[in-house]
């Protein structure tokens, strides 16, 4: 019979296991998408990627973004994401990322410089 505490670590072991795998996937998933190579200080970059990408890409039309979105913006530093849409401009619509971000009453502070726009 396995005792409790023995259960117990089996159970730690599989978790950290599975926790590295996560982690592994993320990583391996964050080189190929352009955004996700943003730096981690930003914030919630992988929340922004998952939530807002399809309302700031270059194709299709303007539309509002989601609550999810706006909350994932919330908690970044889209001044310090910024400059990673800039650079992926032939992906991202900067008009798109401007737009949403006063939708989501986010905006970038007053003479921000996102690629070739400046917050007024
Ligand atoms: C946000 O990012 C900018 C640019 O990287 C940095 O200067 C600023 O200190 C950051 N703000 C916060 C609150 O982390
Ligand atoms: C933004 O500036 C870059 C060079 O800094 C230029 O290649 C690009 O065409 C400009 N984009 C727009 C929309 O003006």
């Known amino acids: 019979m396995v005792s ?3 259960e117990k670590r089996v159970f ?4 950290m ?3 590295m795998c996560g982690i592994g996937v993320m990583v391996m ?9 943003a730096q981690w200080e930003c914030g919630n970059v992988w ?3 998952m939530q807002c990408d399809r309302y700031v890409r270059r194709e299709g039309p303007t539309v509002q973004p989601s ?7 919330e908690s970044s530093n889209v ?3 910024c400059p990673y849409f800039a650079q992926h401009e032939d992906t991202y619509s900067i008009d798109k990322v401007i737009y949403v971000l006063n939708y989501c009453g986010t905006p970038l502070a007053s003479g921000t410089k996102c690629g070739n726009y400046t917050a007024p």
Not at 12 to 15: G, I, N, T, Y
């Open 17 to 19: 296991m599975l926790m």
């Open 4 to 6: 409790w505490k023995m």
């Open 67 to 73: 609550p999810g979105c706006c909350n994932a913006l």
């Open 29 to 37: 998933a964050m080189g190929k998408l352009p955004l996700i190579s």
């Open 47 to 49: 929340g922004v990627y």
């Open 79 to 81: 001044t310090c994401l």
């Open 12 to 15: 730690a072991d599989a978790r």
